[in-house]
């Protein structure tokens, strides 16, 4: 908890995309692919903060970044199942 309160100025901006990508979500729940378009989005957000988090901090790895590619897949997949949902 140490860590977060003093990268806090880092952790905001994550924060607030998935806020904002959360906010889309309901507001626009009736377009399928606007939707979509916002998860895309917000998962290169995601990854894109992750480097520039990381490489801030001077840790930036291969490993890392294909760490954080992996969970934005991973979470865009569930949430074109849900968007898409039958």
Known sequence: M???SR???HYLPLLGVFAAGLIVFVRF???VWFMLATAVAVSISY???GIVHHYLHRDLY???VFEYLVYAIVGLLMLTSIIFRA
């Open 62 to 64: 291969w490993e890392v």
């Open 29 to 31: 729940s009736h377009d």
């Open 2 to 4: 140490k860590t977060i």
């Open 47 to 49: 990854v894109v903060w």
């Open 7 to 9: 990268h806090l100025y």
